[in-house]
């Protein structure tokens, strides 16, 4: 009898002790939350790996918030087992255990905000670095999940996130943007109106005919886009296709194209040089001449920046077998590989016309796929990546640097990389080469001649450039 006293004694110490030790731990959760509201800017502000000052007020990282929150809810769940508790000396020890990590977090992160509130810089041009979790792994990993949110610490990766601006400020390019964000789905966040829209449509139903909407989130940076449950419209007249190889240089019907959202609702509207409003990348009407003609090439090196396929091919006799091809095209270039018996993925956008479904229609792959992607290959698998009259002048340097060193990823040891009539201004074509010469490629063919139309201060570059063996 003394004995089941006693130990109903000890567990009811226990059970005080620990009640003592939630009533610390809320006291030191409203002393941080106390100590935060001191600040002029709320906890839930997010910022990605700094707090930034401006006019005095000071933005804190979302990490925080998100680890008070999380505090308070743990704090909930094990008041509700104290008051529901069981007898059971290990449930204790477990429980005692959990509230005991939980001050130690609290105790940190109310340290880490002081910190902020002492050292906290005087002028709006410094920033405070303080972004740590000190949420355990699981609990932390589990709260990003739920919340959507990520912060980043990588300073890499900061780089590779921010906006990269066009190298003529405030001017739009082709893809009708004036910077390129990473498509890693953080600038979905910011466009929320938009991605609304997108995804507003009937269950089960036919699509909305919005694909320029998509594409509007795509070269925005928001890719990959959420998938939709909802069925994809044809063209109302759709016929089969033209028969393999007797496609490749035969002009689609008109009847396989959904015209709606584009200028020209027939094929021979892209084609003709009359066309009235020619604004757009639409009035690329060499795009959409389905001829062998635009690839007969000078010979004169001094004269011409390309280089003939059979030339670049002859350089690697037979091993030349697959590839992509990036570039504003309706896929010649990957028609007349596919000729001799090479696969060419052709990536691109739909520019104001339908070089997607123009690709298709000719019997070859279309890759849809905005300029801030990682391509969809697997490290060391292509045989060549083609690009032409697509990264130009106007790509900001930190980008192209990304860009082609994803191209090197998914090229081959001792694959080609062709560059293919790159054009930018003179005082400029020496820091686009420096760029290219930090892959280290053996060169083997290299032209650099004067692009001769109405700006007469450019120059054309281009080059097949072989990737090192690296071991």
């Known amino acids: 009898m003394q004995k089941h006293n006693t130990s109903r004694s000890l567990k009811c110490l226990s059970k005080s002790l620990l009640a003592m030790l939630c009533?610390?731990?809320?006291?030191?959760?409203?002393?941080?939350?106390?100590?935060?509201?001191?600040?002029?800017?709320?906890?839930?502000?997010?910022?990605?790996?700094?707090?930034?000052?401006?006019?005095?007020?000071?933005?804190?990282?979302?990490?925080?918030?998100?680890?008070?929150?999380?505090?308070?809810?743990?704090?909930?769940?094990?008041?509700?087992?104290?008051?529901?508790?069981?007898?059971?000396?290990?449930?204790?020890?477990?429980?005692?255990?959990?509230?005991?990590?939980?001050?130690?977090?609290?105790?940190?992160?109310?340290?880490?905000?002081?910190?902020?509130?002492?050292?906290?810089?005087?002028?709006?041009?410094?920033?405070?670095?303080?972004?740590?979790?000190?949420?355990?792994p699981e609990e932390s990993e589990h709260q990003e999940r739920s919340m959507g949110v990520k912060v980043f610490n990588s300073g890499e990766l900061h780089s590779y996130t921010s906006p990269k601006p066009n190298r003529q400020s405030g001017k739009k390019i082709f893809l009708g943007v004036d910077a390129i964000s990473p498509s890693i789905g953080l600038a979905c966040a910011h466009m929320p109106t938009t991605i609304d829209r997108f995804m507003n449509y009937k269950m089960y139903a036919m699509c909305p005919d919005d694909w320029d909407l998509a594409q509007k989130l795509l070269a925005s940076g928001c890719d990959p886009l959420p998938r939709r449950r909802?069925?994809?419209?044809?063209?109302?007249?759709?016929?089969?296709?033209?028969?393999?190889?007797?496609?490749?240089?035969?002009?689609?019907?008109?009847?396989?194209?959904?015209?709606?959202?584009?200028?020209?609702?027939?094929?021979?509207?892209?084609?003709?040089?009359?066309?009235?409003?020619?604004?757009?990348?639409?009035?690329?009407?060499?795009?959409?001449?389905?001829?062998?003609?635009?690839?007969?090439?000078?010979?004169?090196?001094?004269?011409?920046?390309?280089?003939?396929?059979?030339?670049?091919?002859?350089?690697?006799?037979?091993?030349?077998?697959?590839?992509?091809?990036?570039?504003?095209?309706?896929?010649?270039?990957?028609?007349?590989?596919?000729?001799?018996?090479?696969?060419?993925?052709?990536?691109?956008?739909?520019?104001?016309?339908?070089?997607?479904?123009?690709?298709?229609?000719?019997?070859?792959?279309?890759?849809?796929?905005?300029?801030?992607?990682?391509?969809?290959?697997?490290?060391?698998?292509?045989?060549?990546?083609?690009?032409t009259l697509f990264l130009d002048g106007w790509i900001d340097m930190k980008l192209l640097q990304f860009v082609l060193f994803d191209w090197d990823r998914v090229l081959r040891p001792k694959g080609l990389l062709w560059v293919d009539r790159f054009f930018c201004k003179k005082e400029d074509m020496k820091l686009y080469l420096d760029e290219f010469a930090r892959l280290s490629y053996r060169k083997l063919l290299w032209r650099v001649v004067p692009k001769k139309d109405k700006l007469a201060d450019e120059l054309f570059f281009s080059a097949v450039l072989e990737k090192p063996i690296r071991r």
Not at 253 to 273: A, T
């Open 230 to 387: 909802c069925l994809s419209r044809a063209p109302p007249k759709y016929t089969k296709p033209f028969p393999v190889n007797s496609s490749l240089w035969a002009q689609p019907s008109d009847d396989n194209i959904l015209w709606s959202h584009y200028k020209c609702k027939r094929y021979s509207c892209l084609v003709s040089n009359e066309t009235v409003d020619r604004r757009g990348f639409f009035k690329c009407a060499d795009c959409f001449n389905l001829s062998k003609g635009g690839w007969q090439i000078p010979t004169n090196a001094s004269v011409s920046a390309e280089f003939i396929i059979d030339e670049v091919l002859g350089l690697k006799p037979g091993e030349i077998r697959i590839g992509l091809d990036f570039s504003p095209t309706t896929g010649t270039f990957a028609a007349l590989m596919r000729e001799r018996n090479v696969t060419i993925a052709s990536a691109t956008l739909n520019l104001g016309a339908p070089f997607s479904e123009v690709i298709a229609l000719r019997g070859l792959l279309p890759l849809y796929l905005s300029i801030g992607s990682r391509l969809p290959f697997f490290d060391n698998t292509l045989d060549i990546v083609h690009s």
């Open 23 to 136: 009533i610390f731990l809320i006291i030191s959760l409203l002393t941080i939350v106390i100590l935060s509201s001191s600040f002029s800017y709320p906890l839930f502000i997010f910022t990605t790996k700094t707090t930034n000052i401006s006019s005095g007020l000071i933005r804190l990282p979302y990490s925080i918030h998100s680890q008070v929150s999380n505090l308070q809810a743990q704090l909930g769940v094990l008041l509700e087992q104290l008051h529901d508790g069981s007898s059971d000396s290990k449930t204790v020890a477990k429980f005692s255990d959990q509230v005991l990590r939980i001050a130690v977090s609290l105790d940190k992160l109310a340290d880490s905000l002081s910190s902020v509130s002492s050292n906290a810089p005087a002028n709006d041009n410094e920033i405070s670095n303080v972004d740590e979790d000190f949420s355990e």
